[in-house]
């Protein structure tokens, strides 16, 4: 019996262009649900930090703040959690250096919202640094310094007497998802995110036809791949607490978006 060998080497065209639609189907839909944790994740970051940065507790506080007054430690870096699980406890930690040869007391005001915007709840200390050396200082969040449902800011002051002379904030989001702790949640969604965002656009990479000879404009895959480049920067600097870098590579990243959109429908 003779096999129609042009029968069978025509199915295969039609074979390969059917696994190359479901994988860049696959590779598709893989990519956007990444895409969509890593802005939904850096967007709540940056506008917790956001509304933390314009939080002040006290007007006078923030209308006498004079970065010019001397003090004897530098304010190196504050360290708050991303991600909070309602009624979950979180530690704020900010990091005092005495660049001088004797031991500096620094006087410290921290104050955290309550209620709303203008309210706050505050605690002032003295904290001694040893000459050249640096210290932590430390302070607890709740449950009940929550506003808008969702926002707990807060921010220390290195005072000179009694006038804000050096400061930082942070705001942290406070949310639920699958009962986790605020800890697992950025685990779960940096995690999630980069890993969908790899599989597909390997997956898109792979589905991509090898371009013929001649043709330059770079392929929509390539976009694709910077766009995920850019939310994984993004999502490293909010870890790090730089969130200023991180809105301004949030913004890259919807401007990527958006000139990406018209060649994804075409």
Known sequence: ???????????????????????????????????LIGFGFNGLAVTADLNGASFWGDFQDGANFDRQLPIQADLVKIQCPILLAPGEEGTITATLRNPDQITAEIPVKVVVSKDDFQNYRGLTDRLPVAPLEKQDFRWQI??????????????????????????????????????LKGAALVVLTVVTSLSFLSVGSVLLYRANPSPSYGVTSPPIEVGLVGLAAILGIGMIANLLGWWIFAGIVLVLAVLLSL???????N
């Open 142 to 179: 709740t449950e009940q310094d929550i506003i808008e449902r969702n926002f707990i800011l807060t921010r220390i002051f290195l005072m000179y007497d009694d006038t804000p002379a050096r400061t930082e904030s942070c705001g942290i989001f406070v949310m639920h998802l699958f009962g």
């Open 259 to 265: 000139a990406l959109i018209p060649s994804m429908l």
């Open 1 to 35: 019996m003779k096999i129609n060998d042009g029968s069978i080497s025509s199915r295969r065209p039609v074979r390969s262009f059917l696994r190359h639609i479901r994988r860049q189907k696959l590779g598709g839909l893989i990519f956007f649900l990444g895409a």
